[in-house]
């Protein structure tokens, strides 16, 4: 067998907080680690016009004074003086306008977008990248269709016909950036067709003797034929993932349970919220206890109810799950809009276009999708929180009745 020499190439597909925070991260260790990755990380920007803000660190200039394309500004600073402003990106770290020359020679894929995009940006996809790429969706939140609730890595994976695992944890970007410690949950179960040896994995890589598929979050056999990567490319496992990702300041637990870390990330928006009516509300540490607790419970039925790879464990010991609940019911985004929405008296809809410079809360839409998954098949009764967020976002319940909505539930 031929020792590996070809290195892989890693593009970020988004560049906004939490987008640019993962290039940087995975811009660092590319440098770090030329033995597995070519240094120069691409960032797939979608070009807006941006002005320096007056008190930012950098000198006065034209460039600094006057509207300049987002991608100038980026690989000329060396900062998103938009999205993740004050934090100095690597230099290897690339702004691409382009979609399709962002991600022309990547090996690895890394997804990191408001999930509505996906769609869209998936379809633009088709056909312009290496058939063999693998990748990582960051994307919290999971995608409701007809046909059900589906992960969006699956989602992902499908259009493009490719494997995607999942990123997932407690994770406020601003924090990670500034190099504040912190821990997340990737979860990566490498089909067999990638591994000479292939990664220990409960979830259930393929075994069959084709090598071309793997199973999905089912459990059963998945439908995307996946192409065999070139015998010179150093196989994608739970290592080299590990390496892509983890840092002093971010450290990586690698796990094979993709349902499980992508549900965490979806699910504890929704919980979030909850929490973020109560501190609204002033009503103490004692009732937004009782609301995590509440909203830990209904993500692992959740998970078990309606995806049966998934593993308790996953939501309870993992940064992914109670961990990133945690955090997010105590400053996360979506917290903190559906406080304000209290404190200020309007939606959370009109917080999120005051507070949040042009991004979209996903918590949000991840009630409402998920509640009509569980209405559809009459099991909305079972999930009494993600169903009174759902109620109160729809103005059918007030954040004050959230005490009677779970004790009907009984």
Known sequence: MLAPRKKHRVTVVGSGNWGSTIAKIVAENTLEHPH????????WVLEETVTVPPNSKHPSSDLTTTPQPLTKLINT????????????LPTNLIADPSLQSAVAEATILIFNLP?????????????????????ISCIKGVDVGPNGVRLFSETIGSKLGIYVGALSGANIANEIAEEKFSETTIAYDPPSIDSREPSPTRSGADTSTSGHTHNDSSGRPSPV???RPPPDLLPVDHHVIKTLFHRKYFQVSVISDVAGVS???ALKNIVAIAAGFVDGLHWGDNAKAAIMRVGLMEMVRFGHRFFPTSRAETFTEESCGVADMITSCAGGRNHRCAKLSIER????TEVEKQELNGQKLQGTLSAREVYGFLSNRGEEKDFPLFTAVYSIL?????PEDLPGLLEASD
């Not at 008296?345 to 959370?348: A, F, H, Q, V, Y």
């Open 115 to 135: 999930h509505q995009f996906i769609g869209g940006i998936c379809d633009k996809l088709e056909g312009q990248h290496l058939p063999y790429a693998r990748g």
């Open 36 to 43: 597995f990755f070519e240094p120069e990380v691409r960032m």
């Open 263 to 265: 549900l965490g990330g």
């Open 77 to 88: 600073l060396h900062e998103n003086v938009k999205y993740l402003p004050g934090i100095t």
């Open 394 to 398: 729809e103005g059918k319940a007030k």
């Open 225 to 227: 034929r996946l192409t």
């Open 345 to 348: 008296g309007m939606s959370i």
